[in-house]
């Protein structure tokens, strides 16, 4: 309870509620450009469980960082939530954009899609692997951190988002 507690008494009420304001925009923003481009329940709903997941990541993520290595978790970790979305967003995208692409094309299956999908978040989670470990050298060991979870958080979402997809892209 240690990271809710400097969570709540740490921040000022405008960061708590600019941080909140901020999260909920993209989130909205995202999910209803996602449905009004795929006109799919199905998109909505993976892209929700998919947001969900990197939520509780981030999370968990926050409190292993104060938790194993006693970093006190700043305003400066406002920006794991940031990252993790835009990340996740970007893979939304791919994932919505192939969609799009392909769903009036002769032989359409959505087996091809996630099979698209599949390539597409294997090369993204090489992609910010490569990219966090190069980065990683050359800062701060609480930039690392929030690197750290940052990614995690985003490779543990989007490869939930490909599981659930078996079952709800059928």
């Known amino acids: 309870m240690n990271i809710v507690t400097n969570l709540w008494y740490g921040w000022s009420t405008f960061e708590k509620t600019q941080e909140g304001i901020l999260l909920f925009g993209i989130l909205l923003i995202s999910l209803i450009a996602i449905y009004l481009i ?21 999370v968990i993520g926050l409190y292993l960082a104060s938790v ?64 966090g470990s190069s980065i990683f050298l050359f800062v701060s060991i609480q930039t690392q951190v929030i690197l750290v979870i940052s990614i995690l958080s985003c490779v543990g979402s989007i490869w939930s988002i490909y599981w659930f997809s078996k079952h709800l892209l059928k």
């Not at 469980?49 to 981030?58: K, R, T």
């Not at 959505?110 to 090369?123: A, P, Q, V």
């Open 38 to 58: 795929s006109k799919e329940t199905r998109f909505l709903l993976l892209s929700s469980i998919g947001f969900s997941i990197s939520a509780v990541l981030n």
């Open 68 to 131: 194993l290595l006693d970093i006190q978790i700043t305003e400066v970790f406002r920006l794991v939530p940031i990252l993790t979305s835009i990340l996740l967003i970007s893979n939304l995208g791919i994932l919505i954009g192939y969609y799009v692409h392909k769903r009036h094309k002769k032989g359409f299956s959505i087996e091809n899609i996630r099979l698209e999908y599949f390539m597409d978040t294997s090369k993204q989670t090489i992609f910010l692997i490569l990219l």
